[in-house]
Each structure stands twice: as C-alpha cells, then as structure tokens.
C-alpha cells in the first residue's frame, strides 16, 4: 500500500528566501506526482503535476522534481514571498485504480 | 476561480439527520472524487466516479453514498450523521486523460459538525 510522507510538517522562512519542500513515498510505481497548495478553510489547489517518465516540472517561481528510484519528489520555491504562506501537499497516483495518495503537508509561513 | 462548487460550505447538525453535500462542476469532466479530510491530516479517498451511473467507494470506509445521474453533478447523502462524520469533505473533478494524467480541481469544501 503506497504511503507518502512529508517532512517537516511546518517551516517558517524569511521573505526572499529559497526553499526546498520534501516529499517521499513508499512504492515506486508511480504514474504521476503531484503538488497541491491547500489555503486556510479551502479546498486545494493544482500547482504541478509530473508524469513518471518526466523529472521535472516548472511553473513561474515553483519547480518540482522526481526521482522514483528514490522515492522522493521536492518543491522548489524561489524567492518567497509572504503570499506563498500556505499548506503544500504532495499525492502520489499509484495502484490497478491509479487513486492519488496523499500526504499530510508541509505548512509554510513566510515572514515579510 | 472556482469552476467546482459545494454546498453548504459549513453545516451544523444533530445527530440522526440525513444530510446531502453538494456538489457541481461547469468544466465538464468525466471524473469526480470525494475526500474527506481531519485538521492537519491527509485527505483520504471516500468514493469516485468515472462518468454518469458509475460510482465506486474509495480506500476509506465510509458510512456515505454518492449518486452520478447527471455528469456535472456528485452529491453525498449520510443517511444518519453521526459524531464522527465531523470532519471537511473536499470534492474534486478532473477530465479524462487515457494516461490518467490530469489534475485535479478541488472545491473549497464543506466542514460539517455533527452534535
């Protein structure tokens, strides 16, 4: 059964500041990774999706990278800013019904 | 912007009632998930479908059923809330990808309170 952790489960950071969200997940047969933004009192909110055979995806500020072999995926975040303060989730598509499963998020505040 | 809505977004209720989340999406998409999420925790599939008359439950066992009689349209009846139904139900929808590669667009959810 897949299970995908994410560590730390919140991270405080300065304005300005890079910074590296982690995600791992237990079966490598993936058929994609994705990461999702989740607002308080909201629902979430697509950032990337990376297709198994990719390695990376980029949106604006954001890069994702996978690497099955491993298990992991990160969050790349450029030069952040207090609007990026939010909870990050990663989902793994996996299994014969190919269902994401979640992890339980990194909250991030970023500091102005 | 949201093209998926739920209602209500809160709801209060004793126990007992039977309750009907709603949920619609104008995008069109064949697929439509429910999840259920607790404060700081993950969310977990509770039922899915792939198109009108196809339901199927999902990983978490859920006293819930869901109905697709129209493609635009997924609500969630609890015949009998109880306690422990309080949690935030989260719908989501994504169009048909023959890779199963397409994102999904959530709603901003409905918290329910069960007293």
């Known amino acids: 059964k897949q299970e995908v952790t994410q560590i730390p489960a919140a991270l405080s950071v300065p304005e300005g500041e890079n910074l590296v969200l982690n995600c791992s997940f237990t079966?490598?047969?993936?058929?994609?990774l994705q990461w999702f933004r989740q607002d308080p009192g909201k629902g979430l909110t697509s950032l990337l999706l990376?297709?198994?055979?990719?390695r990376e995806q980029t949106s604006g500020r954001l890069n994702a990278s996978l690497d099955k072999s491993s298990g992991r995926s990160t969050l790349y975040i450029a030069a952040s800013q207090p609007g990026d303060s939010a909870t990050y989730l990663c989902?793994?598509?996996?299994?014969?019904?190919?269902?994401?499963?979640f992890g339980s998020g990194t909250q991030l505040t970023v500091l102005p | 912007e949201a093209d998926i809505y739920q209602t209500p977004r809160y709801l209060v209720i004793g126990t007992g009632k039977k309750i009907t989340l709603e949920c619609s999406q104008t995008m069109g998409h064949d697929k439509m998930y429910w999840y259920q999420q607790d404060p700081g925790m993950e969310l977990h599939l509770i039922h899915y479908?792939?198109?009108?008359?196809?339901?199927e439950k999902g990983d978490l066992s859920s006293e819930s059923t869901v109905s697709r009689i129209r493609t635009e349209h997924f609500p969630l009846t609890l015949e009998s809330a109880r306690p422990s139904h309080t949690s935030q139900y989260l719908c989501?929808?994504?169009?048909?990808?023959?890779?199963?590669?397409?994102?999904?667009?959530f709603g901003n959810g409905t918290r329910l309170t069960v007293t």
């Open positions: 989902a793994a598509s996996s299994g014969s019904a190919r269902q994401l499963t």
């Open positions: 479908s792939y198109g009108v008359n196809s339901t």
């Open positions: 989501a929808s994504s169009e048909y990808s023959a890779s199963f590669n397409s994102p999904l667009h």
């Open positions: 990376i297709q198994s055979s990719q």
């Open positions: 079966d490598s047969a993936i058929y994609n």
